[in-house]
């Protein structure tokens, strides 16, 4: 008993201390990582063209980081103006949406639900037709409720624009250094770590790459095949900005939980109450087939690349997204598929 307590309070601390690393301190050394992150990736395309072109690779490195900041800012504007006009239309749109499909679609509802009850004695019909007012009632506040949270979310993207373009300068400057002086850097910190603690690092650095590999090769496979199939279908349909759309319900189709149902589902049901058939059919038959694929590709491009019970998978999604936020979600499965493997290998 001595043993096992002395053990589980040193498994405690070390835990403790492991979320207070991930919690407060990865926060705020995250431009640096970020530009360690950056050095690291660019590093193989820096080597091989400094052994092409027989230049110091100092030069060839600050040369190929300048390409990348290059390239991603110009990703970054156009995908960002897309998006801004996109929202702008979205949020002009806003206040008709409720007029003209969410309020009608909602009166033919209680319509279908008045002539169900015709049966009923009066004073139910009366019920049901508050019932039905006050969920109009309600969606209208919620209506108001949702534009005034994008406004108080704008504002704060507005306030908390100078601290991230701070810590986006810092990250560039970072990048700069680490790609500058790479092993160098690497060096330094090895020379940190005994032994025993740098054959597991090695160990980790091994596996760590190789399950981020196979999570971003199986996501990226069904995030193009989720966005292809959408481009395709709502561009049938006759759907406006369908690329944009399709982006996006491939994003949140990678999401636990949610998934293209989120938005083609109701999108298709509202059509179908408002009489637009061709429409609503025609997104849910999308919705049947995209589902219908992901069902059976997944299985074969994840499953095996994860290497975890999805029930475990499922509980370090929660873990992760309730401790940590977005980067938990995929973090925490990430770092226990490479305990795992490190475990599975001996050496852990």
């Known amino acids: 008993m001595r043993t096992f307590i002395i053990r589980f309070v040193f498994y405690c601390i070390i835990l403790a201390l492991i979320f207070i690393v991930l919690k407060y301190v990865v926060p705020i050394l995250l431009p640096f990582m970020v530009g360690f992150l950056i050095a690291f990736f660019l590093k193989p395309l820096i080597n091989k063209i400094s052994e092409k072109t027989h230049k110091k690779r100092r030069l060839v490195a600050i040369l190929t980081l300048i390409v990348f900041y290059i390239l991603l800012t110009t990703l970054l504007i156009v995908l960002g103006s897309r998006a801004v006009i996109f929202l ?70 507005a306030s908390s624009l100078p601290a991230f373009l701070v810590s986006f300068l810092i990250t560039i400057i970072s990048s700069f250094f680490c790609v500058v002086d790479y092993y160098k850097i690497t060096a330094f910190i090895v020379r940190l770590i005994p032994p025993r603690g740098k054959e597991v690092l090695f160990k980790i650095k091994e596996h760590g790459i190789d399950v981020l590999l196979k999570f971003a090769k199986a996501y990226a496979i069904l995030m193009f095949l989720t966005f292809v199939e959408v481009s395709i279908g ?89 401790l940590f936020g977005i980067v938990g979600l995929f973090g925490v499965p990430i770092a226990v598929t490479i305990m795992v493997q490190l475990h599975r290998s001996g050496d852990l």
């Open 88 to 157: 702008r239309e979205a949020f002009k749109m806003l206040p008709n949406l409720y007029s003209n499909v969410i309020d009608p679609a909602l009166t033919s509802i209680q319509n279908m639900l008045l002539d169900f009850l015709e049966g009923f004695d009066e004073s139910t019909r009366d019920v049901i037709a508050s019932i039905g007012e006050s969920m109009n009632d309600g969606l209208g506040n919620l209506i108001a409720a949702i534009s005034s949270a994008a406004l108080t979310i704008a504002t704060n993207a």
């Open 234 to 322: 709502l561009s049938l349909l006759g759907i406006d900005y369908a690329i944009l759309i399709a982006a996006g319900t491939a994003i949140v189709d990678i999401l636990p939980v949610l998934g293209t149902g989120t938005i083609l589902i109701p999108w298709g049901v509202v059509n179908l109450l408002l009489g637009n058939f061709p429409l609503g059919i025609g997104l849910l038959v999308l919705y049947a087939i995209i589902t219908i694929v992901r069902q059976t590709l997944e299985p074969r491009v994840v499953g095996n690349q994860i290497g975890l019970y999805p029930l475990v998978t499922l509980m370090c999604m929660f873990v992760g997204s309730y």
